[in-house]
């Protein structure tokens, strides 16, 4: 099956064309600058090179009748009509308590999506006007949402819920969703499969570390917790947020700052994690840069980022009362080994070490622990398009 696999934001759309007997991606790509000016798409068919359009894009049923147009043109397209898309998957932000897993999207499912607005109001309106471009261009082709949230829906009440008024989660869902879910279901499966076991037999810890982070401690095959909460603010310090904080310093700088409550929030979302603290930058191969020449603050913070990494897996180690294995995934979990070689130093009680050579690799699924450790520590590259492509599959073979 060919499978178009959509991440839609407000004003962009990431697309992958993937096909799904070989898992090959034939093309990918991004419409940037939706409904602004200078709207331009990316398109890069398999083994050739990309190509860069500056196009008028007024809305998001024109940027996916581009991409369409890019898929099927007679010299540069991978297929040779509309006919050979078989099937599109959305990656949806935010599915509440609705979506326990992925579903073939109608319009039951859209009014569901669309009812956990308030939970996600930049995402999931946006991945709303996706799944609407693709319903107008290709009617008949079957479409599936794929939530962030789905797979921590396994989570017990006690790590999901907040010590606040039990009414609040009552009447207005206040609670623990956690997100990246896509990513911890896939790494936590990949890391099983590579160690030739089940994943039902395993207490795993999924370190997702990329510009957003979360941890997730995944036992025997289900999500038990993550770090991630009511939205994606809560947990590890990550590239622009701030990650756990006292609440009260949200109405503290407010009043400092002569500023709202929602302008605090938009510090903590954009303007704070590692870029906040170092001054730097939110790219971790700026801060490593900046560490090996010396700079203090980067070293600062780079110790406070481990640091914090290294506390949810010895929380999560005792949620499960035990670790089998950790798993480092995504743009900093992939790449940067001085972070892995950090946190592991925090956590040679657990049984686990990372061998500085093999901490070398980068982007490959790699077991980095000596061998006969008590507990596995690996690289698992992440692949959240491709896990979109085999749910889609799943649900509409
Ligand atoms: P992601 O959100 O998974 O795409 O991760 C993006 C982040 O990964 C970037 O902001 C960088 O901090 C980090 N990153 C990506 N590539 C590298 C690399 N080669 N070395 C170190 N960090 C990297």
């Known amino acids: 099956m060919n499978v178009l696999v959509i991440n839609c934001g407000s004003s962009s759309l990431k697309y992958q064309f993937i096909n799904s007997d070989t898992e090959e991606v034939m093309a990918k790509g991004l419409c940037e600058r939706i409904g602004i000016d200078g709207s331009r798409i990316s398109y ?6 990309k190509e860069e359009l500056e196009t008028p894009m007024p809305d998001h049923t024109k940027a996916v009748a581009l991409v369409i147009e890019k898929l099927t043109n007679k010299e540069t397209g991978v297929v040779k009509s509309l006919e050979e898309i078989d099937a599109v998957g959305h990656r949806i ?49 079957p479409m599936v949402a794929v939530f962030d949230t789905a797979f921590h829906q396994t989570m017990p009440s006690k790590a999901y819920l907040y010590g606040i008024p039990y009414e609040y989660y009552e009447k207005y869902k206040v609670r623990r969703y956690g997100f990246h879910g896509t990513s911890h279901d896939f790494v936590s499966n990949e890391a099983a499969k590579f160690l030739g076991k089940d994943r039902k037999d395993l207490k795993i810890i999924v370190c997702h570390l990329g510009n957003g982070a979360s941890v997730s401690a995944v036992m025997n095959g289900k999500s038990v917790d993550t ?28 009043s400092k700052l002569n500023v709202s409550a929602e302008e605090v929030l938009n510090i903590l979302n954009k303007k704070s994690g590692v870029q906040g603290l170092s001054g730097i930058s939110s790219d971790f191969r700026d801060l490593e840069k900046a560490f090996n020449e010396g700079n203090e603050r980067a070293k600062e913070t780079l110790e406070t980022y481990c640091y914090h990494v290294a506390k949810y897996i010895g929380a999560y180690a005792a949620a499960m009362n035990g670790v089998d294995v950790i798993a480092y995934t995504a743009g900093v979990g992939e790449n940067t080994a001085f972070v892995r070689q950090r946190v592991s130093e925090y956590l040679t009680y657990l049984g686990t070490d990372v061998d500085p050579e093999k901490n070398k690799l980068r982007g490959e699924t790699v077991v980095l622990s000596s061998p006969g450790s008590k507990c596995v520590t690996m690289i698992v590259p992440t692949n959240e398009e491709l896990a979109i492509c085999r749910e889609t ?5």
Do not use: Y
């Open 227 to 254: 770090s991630m909460g009511l939205t994606p603010l809560e947990g590890l310090i990550m590239g622009t947020r701030s990650g756990d904080l006292d609440p009260a310093i949200v109405t503290f700088l407010a």
């Open 44 to 49: 890069q068919p398999k083994g050739a090179d």
């Open 393 to 397: 599959v799943r649900l509409v073979k």
């Open 93 to 141: 932000v935010h599915g509440g308590e609705k979506f326990a897993t992925s579903v073939v999207i109608n319009d039951e499912v859209m009014k569901a999506i669309e009812e956990c607005n308030d939970l996600a109001p930049l995402h999931n309106p946006a991945n709303l006007i996706g799944i609407n471009a693709c319903k107008a261009l290709m009617p008949n082709v």
